[in-house]
Structures are given as structure tokens and as C-alpha cells.
DNA sequence: AGTGGGTACTTACGAAAGGTTAGCGCTCTC
DNA sequence: GAGAGCGCTAACCTTTCGTAAGTACCCACT
């Protein structure tokens, strides 16, 4: 068999990097984050307001596990109050648009999913 | 303000429904369960081989709350041994196409990540 | 002068999620 | 008749996650 017909990086092997990097695009977070960051930059505390329910130290992980994977850009001014920017590099967009397309399809098909968990609890209780 | 404007469903809202539907699509083992279904339907323990690393434990459980969110089907036939189908349903292939295309490029471009991160820890440790 | 608020994080601890191992009832193969 | 395969389920333990507080600095208000 060749080996081009398979990729060498495939994300159904446990050990892939691929893998890794996956699921830190659909973090819990990540993805929210990903997606805010498609509109416009973000400091870090507008982020905060903006992603509903995420703690500090939750986005200070997620944003600081994003930036290493290289899909964010962290701009620190030495000012005071500190502010720091962030922004979406050209793979950063790439992912974010994915799963900004992802979250619209969610909200858009939500009341589908509800009425389908409905008909499942109502099958079992009865 | 128009409510038309805003969706009344946002991701971006703590409570919101959608944020749990979202996260169920985005799970750990969900993206790679329905990324799979995406080619054909499986059986239980074909799928447990084909996603790589999953416990019988974890798959069970994410089998069971995508079936209730009505992204697949189970069939179980009554025979010996215990034979059980999954399949997408029409939402649930919706959701996997979408998953199934980031996985696809995230292997494309784990390469690229792996050099930010080497970049990012250089950047540190010098 | 002191109090409260805003900035971007970090640290410590309890709670919840996730993973590992084992078992179950049944059948077909060796 | 011993072992493997099937699709789960229950107990247990570890890793992750969220919550609350602390940090250091400055501005506005009282």
C-alpha cells in the first residue's frame, strides 16, 4: 500500500500530535475564544466579558495554550493599566473560522436537539 | 433594540442550551466519533478500534449523548453476539461534516503547529 | 487620606469530569 | 472446556476544572 494514501498525521491514532492540537481547538474555551477573536482583536478582560462564565485563570491558560500552538497573537503594552491585545494569526483564522461556522450551525439547530432529547427521555420514562 | 438582530440562542450566553449542544459536538471523543461516521456506519466495537485510544467506558458515554441529541442512530439487532449499528442521522451529518473538516485540517497543519510551539519554548527558554 | 475599582494574571484548594480495571451473560471456536 | 468476542455497566482513582483569594500598580471619588 502507499503511503500517500494514508496521511502520516491522522487524528484517529492515540499518539498523533495532530490529536493534541485538535483538542485544543475544541476546548471547552478554546472555541469560544477562537470564535469571539473572528470578529475583531480582544483585550483580555473584553474577552472575558464577552465569552459568558469563563474565570480568569481559565482564559489565561486557554489564550496562553493558543498563542504557543501559534493561532494567537499576545500583545503586551507596557502601560498603565497593563493592556494586552489579542489577535488571530493567519492559521489562528483558519481554525477560528471553522469553529465560529461550527457555533453558528449550534445556535441555529439547538431547538432540533432539544426536541430530539425530549423524544428520547419521553421513550425511556414511558 | 431588535431581537432580530441578536439570535435569542448564543453560545456566547453562560446558560444558553447551545453552549451545551456546542460542547457535546466539540467533545473529546465526540469529534472523533462522528468524524468516523462521517464515511460509513460502525458497529460498537469497530468504532472503539477505528478511533484510536477510547475507552469502552468513554465511548458508551458519548455514544449515549449523541444518540439523545439525535445526531445518530443506534440499532441494536437481537442476535448472538450482541450486534449494534450507528449511524449519522440528517443532523447529526450536518455537525460531522463540519467536525470532520477541522480534523482534516488540523492533520494539514500540525506541522505548522508543532513549529510555533518550538519557536514559542526558544523564545522562553533563551 | 482612604476606599473602591480596574488592569492582567497566579496560586491553593475542593469538586467534577475523565480514565482504568474488572465483571456480566451469552455463544462460537479450538 | 478454555478462551475470545460482543456491548455494555459499576467501582475506583487520577487528572482536569472551576472558585476564591492574592499580587502589584494606578486612578477617581469622598
Same mark, same amino acid.
Not at 500530535?17 to 481547538?25: D, K, W
Given at each position: 500500500?502507499?503511503?500517500?494514501?494514508? /496521511?502520516?498525521?491522522? @487524528?484517529?491514532?492515540?499518539?498523533? /500530535?495532530?490529536?493534541?492540537?485538535?483538542?485544543? $481547538?475544541?476546548?471547552?474555551?478554546? @472555541? #469560544?475564544?477562537?470564535?469571539?477573536? !473572528?470578529?475583531? /482583536? =480582544?483585550?483580555?478582560?473584553?474577552?472575558?466579558?464577552? $465569552?459568558?462564565? !469563563?474565570?480568569?485563570?481559565?482564559?489565561?491558560?486557554?489564550?496562553? +495554550? &493558543?498563542?504557543? %500552538?501559534?493561532? #494567537?497573537?499576545?500583545?503586551?503594552?507596557? @502601560?498603565? /493599566?497593563?493592556? !494586552? %491585545? =489579542?489577535?488571530? +494569526?493567519? &492559521?489562528?483564522?483558519?481554525?477560528?473560522?471553522?469553529?465560529? *461556522? #461550527?457555533?453558528?450551525? +449550534?445556535?441555529?439547530? +439547538?431547538? %432540533?436537539?432539544? *426536541?430530539?432529547?425530549?423524544?428520547?427521555?419521553?421513550?425511556?420514562?414511558?
Amino acid at each position: 500500500m502507499k503511503v500517500s494514501e494514508q /496521511p502520516s498525521v491522522s @487524528v484517529k491514532a492515540p499518539m498523533c /500530535p495532530s490529536r493534541g492540537v485538535l483538542e485544543h $481547538v475544541t476546548s471547552r474555551w478554546g @472555541v #469560544l475564544v477562537l470564535a469571539a477573536l !473572528v470578529e475583531r /482583536p =480582544y483585550r483580555f478582560s473584553e474577552l472575558r466579558r464577552e $465569552v459568558g462564565g !469563563v474565570s480568569e485563570k481559565m482564559l489565561a491558560q486557554t489564550l496562553q +495554550t &493558543l498563542e504557543r %500552538d501559534g493561532f #494567537l497573537l499576545r500583545d503586551a503594552k507596557p @502601560v498603565i /493599566p497593563p493592556r !494586552v %491585545d =489579542y489577535s488571530l +494569526t493567519g &492559521l489562528g483564522r483558519e481554525a477560528a473560522e471553522q469553529v465560529w *461556522a #461550527l457555533a453558528r450551525w +449550534t445556535e441555529r439547530r +439547538t431547538a %432540533d436537539v432539544q *426536541a430530539a432529547r425530549a423524544a428520547y427521555d419521553e421513550a425511556r420514562s414511558s
